[in-house]
Each structure stands twice: as structure tokens, then as C-alpha cells.
RNA sequence: GCGCCUGUAGCUCAACUGGACAGAGCGGCGGACUUCUAAUCCGUAGGUUGCAGGUUCGAGUCCUGCCAGGCGUGCCA
């Protein structure tokens, strides 16, 4: 990999320096290796000397000269990557590669295929990410969308770093809410059946209430009218809970996202777990009683309070089923828990972990906030709340646009940057949207070789030879390979930064330069050789193209 | 009041965590299909990065203070 190899050579090069007496020593310090914006900056660049400067008190166009120097003495004792080092600026040391190294590293990416970009550093450690986790009282917002596609790609990128990764579902199908939803497709079906009846005023007034008591009263009828109340409302309430749960599920299916468990809140709690992590954070002394209540010393670990764990009317609060949660995933043993939440839950964050650190559990828990999706309507507002008929739900929005649309509108942003959502623009731009552009140089690809074949040029098998790589010689090629290299760097970047958006916007700088590329040369011609090195690079392109849409879930089309 | 996030082109967003002339898409204007897919390409216009200071070789990025927006700040979930 060309970019570590660099690295490594740049370290030489200092120490060599060193120990020539050059520079004085000092630790190397962690540097930026890029490439450049502007094409005179070289193939690759770096600011080591600009760094160094600092600590070496020393001129930092002298120090970029003496590691350009004994690079160069490296590469001349035979090591065939670099073709020329630059200073320039304040600096920079810039690096021109020798063209047998780009066309060689251009077969690595061929040799490796579907495992190009991947890595090994996660170690196999395991890793739970939560996400999505909405109650089942109402269906996916918009918001939950975006979480639900950014978790996955999150997942994606983690699993191909090489950590294990299970996806989570949390059902918070317990509590107040879960009585209340009940109490609202009971009144519901109340109505149905001609009676009086309220949806009570913490209910859930969405029109979804009515068609869910719809269709309860298609499938069951009027049985339920004569019923208890206690046990009407139990039952209505068990019937709607599942079909919500079933429509959070296939909306999840329908954006390709995949849970491996959905976590039951209830069945925690009639395994009487909840009730045991209280206990015995009392008997550890984590736990105190105050005015009937019960508290948790969450302050004493960083918390800027204590918080309720039971209240006074004896129910425990939320949170203490949450403690109960992550402890329970923390036993399970995985190296780490991520759970992706909506900022308005930002105020939580910290004594959960105060919560996990008390339980010997510090620097387990990382939490990364989703920042909510603003929506709206040809540029006015459209409330999200579940408890007005007012609302747009996710999977209408998927119905319009399509999955591959809907995750690479919500992929393109970053997690942390609020989303303003405009539905009338999503399906204007839906036909505008920059996927096309990334599939459709998959797609190209992908012609061009149905072309091919029927020309009886052969696309497949094997690694060109030298002589045959060594036709690529336009600039518009050469900008392809190298772009295809930055891809191994960038999967790494974007798992450790959880930012699957830079993805996106590699693809598309990608996509440019095969369109640019094609648009300038033929790559099936009357010369086999060009022909069969143009072809090789349209398949190491194309494999990019589909490793890169595969960790964002979205589909690489063969043709469009 | 306090805490977290955000403020970048007309619009929606990037900018590799302090690097070189701040970039894309959409929208605007002008061009390119007899040749492997025009869902493409080329050119052009568009910016005091909310404001004011500071830190240094160098700031959209860091520090301070303002301004604006969102969210939070429950014995709610």
C-alpha cells in the first residue's frame, strides 16, 4: 500500500538524517500524508518537516530539504516508488511516484477485488452497535431514516476494519407510553364500533391509530366491544404493538437494513433484572434513599447530578431500566458499545456513562449523537410529532424516493450536522440525485464490457504484463489510479472517525474522473494492448465503485 | 441562566481534524451525441467561511467574547 510505504520511507529518511547529524532527533510526530488539491503538489504530500520545525527549533525549508535529500539516497539504493521530491512552500515535501509503482499497485487492487479497502486492525474485537431503537407506538420518522442508514454504513465500514459487529434494536415496549398507545386503539376501536370514545390527551392522535384500529376491527370484529376494559385494552393493546413492531420491521427491510437482535424492554423486566441491578447498586452503596425515592450517585462519576432510579410511587424510571440494558450488554461481553442516539437525548449521554463507569464499566460505552432531520414542505415546516395527525413517515418518504436514494441523501451528510430534509426537493432531486451519478459510472463500467465481449475482447482473467499496463500513459488514467488508491486509507478514516459520509463524497470524485476518463479515450480499440490495459483499468474502477456502494448498503446497478 | 450541536456560493452540503488558490451537486448562462450508455462531458458566473479579537510560519478548523438557529436542562419516556 502506497500511502503506508510512504510512511515508512519518510521515517527512514528523518532518522537517517539523524543519524548523519543533520537534524537533531526527536520523536516523530504524528503527520498529515495527502493528496494534494493542485497536481504541481505532487502525487502525495506532506507537512513532516512543517512539524518538525517546532520541536527541532529549526528552519522548516531546511529540515524538508535534508529528509529530501537522504530520500532520495533511499530511492536511489533501489527502492522503485519515488521518481522525485520537492520542497515547496513554507515546507511541504512533495512526492512525484514512479510510474511502475503506480501501475503496480493498480494490480493490487485487481488482486485483492471484493476484499480491496479492507483491513485487519479491529482484531476480530467485537463491537454492539445500537441504533434506531424507536418505541413501537408509532412509525419511523424521517429522523429514524437517517439514523437507521447511518448506523448500518456505520457498521459496514466497522466490519470491514475487521471488528465483529452486531446490530441492535432496543423495543422500549414497556411503560407509560405502551398504556397510553394502547388506550388510544382502544378508543379507536371504540369509535369503530359506534361508541363513545376519547383518545386520551397523552394518546396518540395520528391518523396511523384509526388504521391500526381498522384493521384490528377487520380481523377481530366486535368481540372486543363486550370485553373487561382491563382486558379489551390489554388485548387491542398487544395486537397494535405487534403490528407496529411488524411495520418498523419492514420499513427497516425496505432501506436493507438488518437487525441480529430486537432486545425486548419488557421481557428484561419480567426477568426481574430491572429490579436486580437496583439492588444491588443499594448494597453496593452506589445507590441511596431519599424522600421515598431511590437515587443513583451518578454525580460522584462525573453526572452533574443524582437521578431517580425509583420514584416515590414506586415505579422505576426509565433510566433505571437503561442501566439495566447496557449492563446487561456490557456482560455480554463485547469490547465495546456504541449506541447511536437522536441529539435529544444528548442530555442523557452522560450519566449513562456515569452509570457504566460506577458499575466498572469506564470508557466501554461510546455514544454518538445523530443530529434530527428538519423537515419540510417547499420550505415550510412540517411537524414530526407522533401525537398529531401532522406527519410524514419514513417509509412514505422511502415509497417516493427509493432506498438507494433515501440512504445516499442521508449518507452524504455528516452525523453531526442537522439535516434539513425538503420533501418537494428530495423528489425533484431524486432524479438529479448524485447516486446516479456513482452508479452510472458502475454502470458504464459494466456496458463497456457487454461491449467488449461481443466484440470478443476478453474482460476477464488475469493481470496484464508490464509492457500492457505500461500503454496507460494519459493523465486522465493516471489521475484514475491514484484516486483508486486513496480508497484503502479513507474506508480506514471514515470507520475510526465514524464518518461514513466521506464515503460518498470519494465516490462521486471517483465517478468524475472515470466519466472525464471515458469521455476523452476509447477504451475498446483497434489496439489490443491499449484496449486490454483500458479494460483493466475500467474493472479495478469498477471494483472500487462496488466496494465503496456495498459499505453504504447502496446498490451497484450493470446497467441503468 | 447553564450544557451540547450548528452557522461556508442563490439552495443542499463537503473540506482527510491546523496546511498550499475554501470545493461538489442542484439552480443560472454558453457549448459537445454518426463512434464503447448524453443519468455524461467541457466552459462560465457565483465567497470578507455569522461578527470582533487572539494564538503562529499558516485558521473555515484552536482560544475568548458577542450574534443567530436547533436540542437539552423532570421522581417524563
New binding site residues.
Given amino acids: 500500500m502506497i500511502a503506508k510505504e510512504l510512511r515508512s520511507l519518510l521515517g527512514d529518511a528523518y532518522r537517517l538524517a539523524v543519524s548523519e547529524g543533520l537534524l537533531p532527533p526527536v520523536e516523530l510526530p504524528e503527520f ?1 500524508l ?5 497536481k ?3 502525487h502525495w ?3 513532516l518537516a ?2 518538525l ?2 520541536s527541532l527549533k529549526e528552519n ?1 525549508r531546511r529540515i524538508a530539504e535534508a529528509i529530501a535529500a537522504k530520500l532520495e539516497g533511499i530511492e536511489r539504493r533501489g527502492n522503485p516508488t519515488i521518481e522525485r521530491v520537492e520542497v ?7 512526492l512525484f511516484l514512479k510510474k511502475e509503482r503506480i501501475l503496480s499497485e493498480l494490480t493490487r487492487v485487481a488482486g485483492e477485488g471484493d476484499d480491496y479497502g479492507k483491513w485487519s486492525f479491529g482484531e476480530g474485537k467485537s463491537i454492539l452497535v445500537e441504533f434506531v431503537s424507536a ?1 413501537p407506538v408509532g412509525p419511523l420518522h424521517v429522523g429514524h431514516g437517517r439514523w437507521a442508514a447511518y448506523g448500518d454504513a456505520l457498521c459496514n465500514l466497522l466490519e470491514a476494519v475487521g471488528y465483529r459487529v452486531e446490530r441492535e434494536f432496543y423495543l ?1 415496549d ?5 398504556e397510553n398507545f394502547a388506550a388510544s386503539v382502544e378508543a379507536r376501536y371504540l369509535q369503530l364500533g359506534g361508541l363513545e370514545a376519547e383518545v386520551p390527551e397523552d394518546g396518540y392522535h395520528g391518523s396511523y391509530v384509526k388504521d391500526i384500529a381498522q384493521q384490528i376491527w377487520e380481523e377481530e370484529g366486535d368481540r372486543w366491544l363486550e370485553a373487561s376494559p382491563e382486558e379489551r385494552r390489554r388485548h387491542l393493546g398487544e395486537l397494535a404493538y405487534h403490528k407496529m413492531l411488524e411495520e418498523i420491521r419492514t420499513t427497516l427491510e425496505e432501506l436493507g437494513v438488518r437487525f441480529d437482535r430486537w432486545f425486548s424492554e419488557r421481557e428484561m423486566h419480567r426477568r426481574g433484572e430491572v429490579e436486580k441491578v437496583i439492588s444491588q447498586l443499594l448494597q453496593g452503596g452506589l445507590a441511596y434513599e ?4 431511590i437515587w443513583m450517585a451518578t454525580s460522584r462519576f462525573g453526572d ?2 443524582d ?2 432510579l425509583v ?3 414506586g ?5 433505571a431500566a437503561d442501566i439495566a440494558y447496557h449492563l446487561d450488554k456490557a456482560r455480554r461481553g463485547y469490547w465495546r458499545l456504541i449506541n447511536i442516539w ?7 449521554v452522560r450519566r449513562l456513562q456515569a452509570a457504566m463507569e460506577a458499575q466498572g464499566y469506564p470508557g466501554k460505552l461510546e455514544v454518538i ?1 445523530g ?2 432531520v ?1 423537515l419540510k414542505r417547499g420550505g415550510e415546516p412540517v411537524r414530526m410529532s407522533k401525537r398529531t395527525g401532522e406527519m410524514v413517515t419514513f417509509r412514505e418518504l422511502l415509497k417516493e424516493v427509493g432506498k438507494d436514494v433515501a440512504r445516499y ?1 442521508f449518507l ?11 420533501i418537494e ?1 428530495a423528489k ?2 431524486s ?4 447516486v ?2 456513482v ?3 458502475h ?2 463500467i ?3 464490457m ?3 465481449e461481443e466484440k470478443g475482447v476478453r474482460t476477464v482473467g488475469g493481470i496484464p504484463a508490464p509492457q500492457v499496463l505500461e500503454r496507460l500513459v494519459a493523465e486522465e488514467e493516471i489521475d484514475l489510479a491514484l484516486k483508486l488508491f ?1 480508497f484503502e ?2 474506508v480506514r ?1 471514515a470507520a475510526l ?1 465514524r ?1 461514513p ?2 464515503l460518498t ?1 470519494y465516490l ?2 471517483l ?2 474522473l472515470y ?2 476518463f ?8 483497434d489496439d489490443p494492448e491499449l484496449t486490454e490495459a483500458r479494460i483493466f483499468l475500467s474493472l479495478c474502477t469498477r471494483q472500487v465503485l462496488a466496494n465503496g456502494l456495498r459499505l453504504l448498503g447502496v446498490s451497484a ?4
Fill in positions: 498529515v495527502e493528496r494534494p488539491r493542485q504541481a503538489h505532487g504530500a506532506t507537512n512543517l512539524l520545525a517546532g522548516p515547496a512552500g513554507p515546507g511541504f515535501i512533495n418505541n422500549n414497556h411503560g407509560t407510553q405502551m431519599r424522600d421515598g425515592a452533574e447530578k437521578r431517580v420514584r416515590s410511587n415505579q422505576p424510571t426509565y433510566f437522536g441529539a435529544d437525548h444528548h442530555g442523557y449523537l443530529q434530527l428538519n441523501i452524504t451528510r455528516s452525523q453531526d450536522s442537522p439535516l434539513e430534509f425538503d426537493l425533484a432531486e432524479m438529479e440525485n448524485p446516479y451519478y452508479q452510472y459510472a454502470a458504464r459494466c456496458s463497456i457487454r461491449y467488449a486513496e486509507e479513507l478514516d472517525e464518518a459520509h466521506r463524497r462521486e470524485d465517478s468524475a466519466h472525464l471515458y469521455q476523452r479515450h476509447r477504451v475498446i480499440s446497478p450493470e446497467r441503468m
